[in-house]
């Protein structure tokens, strides 16, 4: 099928590996080749999660269509990259249609060696190993190119967060959980927002508002506000009413949430002293005439005295794709060739 080269890669060669990526809408599976510097991505599926009873019967479904369509024996060994957090043997995620535990999982699969890890440390891993050209420049900064630390950001069905570090001249990364830190209104109308939230959810996170989900979540409260009844139910449904000009306040939602979206970009940009900013996650490829307007970017460098800091940030989004399956193939060789 495709190949995906990486980059700074520099182990031998080890035995094929299943490759999984897991987020709360679907899920990519593919067989995973890792040659030296070269990983290569070959027989791939994507499955819509909803479909299934859980991530295991996901695994023997991807294992059927491999024996038929490539006639290749399944591996022992499977990296999943899904969205959420293991603790323990349970994986902690509100997204995911079904519970998921490790222990079950492997058994009910047949796997010998399963691996969970967060979906954005995954595709943290596959950032360093993507060309530059691949990068969409949207805030062109020192013009560096991708420099670490990197602040690599999803917004998608949840919010996505991690940090791509140089430890000492290898690539490491810090998964995170940022998207479930309170949210941060900026404006007055924002904290407007953040109150109604607050009615409805108690703790508001961030990913209340800058994901799929938080897009409804704040043009219904929009809708509140403006005492007008809501029309839109589905994420791209409103962003389609915002690009055909159909829907004034489906677009001022939009632009709305790339300004916000910005201002946490920029917090998260600080808190990190991150010399380069990644934007992935579904979300930002429906959004990317949005974020080009200038709302995100202005934002992103509204920090007071640190805003001249936060210009020299160069800020790029990027085609999720099946970059989480190369990432999951790097995590497993970073972690056993250590």
């Not at 309170?182 to 904290?191: D, V, Y």
Request: proline share 4%; charged share 15%.
């Amino acid at each position: 099928m495709g190949d995906v080269e990486g980059r700074g890669t520099t182990h031998a060669a080890t035995l094929p590996l299943l490759a999984a990526d897991v987020g709360g809408t679907y899920a990519r599976i593919g067989l995973v080749q890792v040659d030296g510097q070269t990983i290569t991505l070959g027989f791939h599926q994507r499955y819509a999660c909803a479909e299934f009873s859980g991530l295991a019967e996901i695994l023997c479904t991807f294992r059927q269509a491999l024996a038929d369509a490539a006639g290749a024996e399944f591996p022992d060994t499977c990296v999943v990259a899904i969205a959420g957090v293991l603790q323990g043997d349970v994986l902690l995620n509100s997204n995911l249609p079904w519970q998921v535990s490790l222990a079950e999982t492997r058994q009910a699969a047949g796997i010998a060696q399963l691996h969970l890890i967060n979906d954005f440390e995954a595709l943290a891993w596959a950032l360093p190993q993507v060309p530059l050209s691949q990068l969409e420049v949207l805030g062109k900064g020192d013009d560096s190119g991708l420099s670490l630390p990197a602040l690599l950001l999803g917004p998608g069905t949840g919010l996505g967060a991690a940090l791509v570090v140089d430890q000492g001249g290898r690539v490491g990364v810090q998964p995170s959980e940022a998207g479930h830190a309170q949210l941060a209104g900026n404006t007055p109308f924002e904290l407007d927002v953040v109150r109604l939230l607050q009615a409805r959810f108690g703790h508001v996170a961030s990913e209340r508002v800058f994901s799929g989900p938080g897009l409804i979540n704040l043009y219904q409260v929009l809708c509140e506000l403006r005492d007008i009844q809501p029309r839109w139910r589905m994420p791209a449904d409103l962003v389609d009413a915002a690009d055909a000009g159909s829907d004034v306040l489906a677009a001022e939602c939009v632009a709305l949430f790339c300004r916000w979206f910005g201002s946490f970009a920029g917090d998260l940009a600080i808190t990190f002293r991150a010399r380069s900013v990644c934007l992935a996650g579904g979300l930002t490829g429906h959004l990317q005439h949005y974020l080009r307007q200038g709302g995100f970017m202005q934002r992103f460098i509204e920090k007071g005295v640190l805003s001249d800091t936060l210009r020299e940030v160069p800020v790029y989004t990027l085609e999720h794709g099946q970059l989480g399956l190369i990432g999951a193939a790097a995590w497993y060789v970073a972690h056993t060739h250590a």
